[in-house]
């Protein structure tokens, strides 16, 4: 069992940045991609970027690209997603989520763990 748990989440204004961590704890955890999906009100789950296991592979959703980066810190079983330029249709709550097939997918149905989730609103 692979527990995740998000945190950075807050609110900023727009052109801002945030930091949002994703930190897994149980069984050794690999080799899994990490992904993360946002969630705004009234709409779907949207896939936002994956890091393979292997870290040499990323993906990106085209209204993020540019402006988000995910990397991870192995040592710490922690997968980041900095979020610079922010905009007001960033806001949403944001969760991540682990790959067992380690590819990192951007369809949400190939992710077997996921986060609580946090809330990042982007407001002035």
């Known amino acids: 069992q692979v527990t995740l748990v998000e945190s950075g989440g807050g609110l900023v204004q727009p052109g801002g940045s945030l930091r949002l961590s994703c930190t897994a704890s149980g069984r050794a955890f690999g080799p899994y991609a990490v992904g993360w999906f946002r969630q705004a009100p009234g709409k779907e789950r949207e896939f936002v970027a994956a890091l393979t296991w292997s870290g040499a592979n990323t993906r990106y959703a085209d209204s993020v690209k540019g402006r988000f980066a995910i990397f991870r810190d192995t040592a710490k079983n922690t997968t980041s997603l900095q979020m610079n330029s922010l905009k007001p249709e960033d806001t949403a709550v944001y969760y991540c989520?682990?790959?067992?097939?380690?590819?990192?997918?951007?369809?949400?149905?190939?992710?077997?763990?996921w986060g609580q989730g946090t809330q990042v609103t982007v407001s002035s």
């Open positions: 989520a682990a790959e067992s097939g380690g590819w990192g997918s951007p369809s949400q149905f190939a992710y077997d763990y």
